[in-house]
C-alpha cells in the first residue's frame, strides 16, 4: 500500500505540471480561439532565456550571489517573453484576425519553428543548467504506518506546490479582476465583447503575456529537474492530451486533466509495465484520450456545442 501511495503522489506531482503547462493552451485559446501549438517552444524559450541571463549577468555586474541572479534572470526571462507575446500578436495574430482555424494553426506552427530556431541563434544549443536552489534529497513520510514510509522527492514536491500556487492565483485573477472579466468576455463573444469597448488587440496581448509567464514557470521547473535542452519543447507537448481530455475551454479542467493522466502514467507504468513490456508512460495519455473523445468529445469540463438548424 505504501508503494502505491508513493506512485500515486508521484503522478499527482507530475500531473500539476502538466497542468501548468496546459493552462497555457487554455488561456490562449479561451481569448483567442486559436489553439496554440507554439506554447512548448515558448516553455523553451522561456527556459533558455532565464538559464543564459542567469550566468550572463553576474558576468556583466559583478556579483556572484546566486539568488540575485536567479532574480534578475527571471525578471529579464519575463520582460523578454512579453515583448514576445507582444510581438506575436502585432505582426503575426493581429493579421489574422477572423481567418480559418487552420490558417491560424498553421500560424502557430510557424511561430513554434521560429522560436526553436531563434532561441537556438540566441542562446545556443547546449544543455544548460538551472539552480533555482530547489532541495533534491528524499523525503520520508507516513513512516509510522507504512514500513520505510513512502519516499517522495523533495524537489518534485515544491515544484508541484510552485505549479498549484500559480494555478491558484491565476484562477482568482480570472473570476476576481476587471482585466480577468474582460478576459472571459472575450472568451464568451469577441463581436459582443468589442461592442462594449472591450478592445481585443489589447486582451490578446495580455493573454499572450499570461500565457509566457506560465511557459516561463514551467520552463523554470522543468529546466531545474531536466537541465534545459531542446526536447524540452517535446516534453511540453505532453500537455496537448491534457487539454483535450479537461476540454480546450476549461481552466479546472486543465487542472483535473493533468492530475489524472499524471497518475495514470505513474500507476500504468508501474504495475501494466511488466506485462506490456513498458513504455507505456510514452502512449497512456493518448490513448486515455481517444476513449475519452469517443465518449465526451468536447472533454470532461469542455462546453457541448450544440448547432441548432
Not at 500537455?239 to 497518475?263: F, H, M, R, Y
Not at 500504468?268 to 513504455?279: Q, T
Not at 486515455?288 to 465526451?296: A, C, K
Amino acid at each position: 500500500m505504501g508503494f502505491f501511495i508513493e506512485t500515486v503522489i508521484g503522478g499527482l506531482m507530475s500531473g500539476m505540471l502538466y497542468s501548468l503547462i496546459a493552462l497555457g493552451f487554455v488561456l490562449i485559446f479561451k481569448a483567442s480561439g486559436v489553439f496554440n501549438f507554439a506554447q512548448g517552444a515558448m516553455v523553451l524559450f522561456a527556459a533558455l532565456a532565464m538559464a543564459r541571463f542567469s550566468e550572463w549577468f553576474p558576468a556583466l555586474l559583478g556579483f556572484d550571489s546566486k539568488l540575485l541572479a536567479n532574480l534578475l534572470a527571471f525578471a529579464g526571462a519575463l520582460v523578454v517573453m512579453i515583448i514576445v507575446a507582444w510581438l506575436i500578436e502585432r505582426l503575426v495574430l493581429g493579421k489574422m484576425v477572423n481567418q480559418e482555424a487552420i490558417t491560424l494553426l498553421m500560424a502557430t506552427l510557424g511561430i513554434t519553428y521560429f522560436l526553436d530556431g531563434f532561441g537556438q541563434t540566441v542562446f545556443g544549443s547546449a544543455i544548460y543548467k538551472i539552480d533555482i536552489g530547489l532541495p533534491k534529497d528524499p523525503l520520508f513520510l507516513f513512516e509510522s504506518t507504512f514500513q520505510g514510509g513512502v519516499l517522495v522527492n523533495k524537489e518534485d514536491l515544491y515544484a508541484a506546490a510552485i505549479a498549484a500556487t500559480l494555478v491558484i492565483a491565476l484562477s482568482i485573477f480570472f473570476q476576481k479582476t476587471p482585466t480577468g472579466r474582460a478576459l472571459r468576455a472575450v472568451a464568451d463573444d469577441h463581436q459582443a465583447a468589442q461592442s462594449i469597448g472591450i478592445p481585443l488587440n489589447r486582451v490578446w496581448v495580455i493573454v499572450w503575456s499570461v500565457a509566457g509567464f506560465v511557459a516561463l514557470v514551467a520552463g523554470m521547473i522543468w529546466g531545474s529537474k531536466l537541465g534545459v535542452q531542446f526536447s524540452l519543447s517535446l516534453l511540453a507537448l505532453k500537455a496537448l492530451p491534457v487539454v483535450i481530455l479537461g476540454g480546450l475551454t476549461s481552466v479546472p479542467g486543465a487542472i483535473v486533466g493533468g492530475l489524472i493522466i499524471g497518475v495514470g502514467e505513474k500507476v500504468s507504468e508501474v504495475y501494466l509495465g511488466p506485462l506490456l513490456g513498458g513504455g507505456i508512460e510514452i502512449w497512456f495519455a493518448y490513448v486515455l484520450v481517444l476513449f475519452v473523445l469517443l465518449v465526451r468529445p468536447q472533454g470532461l469540463f469542455g462546453e457541448k456545442i450544440i448547432d441548432r438548424v
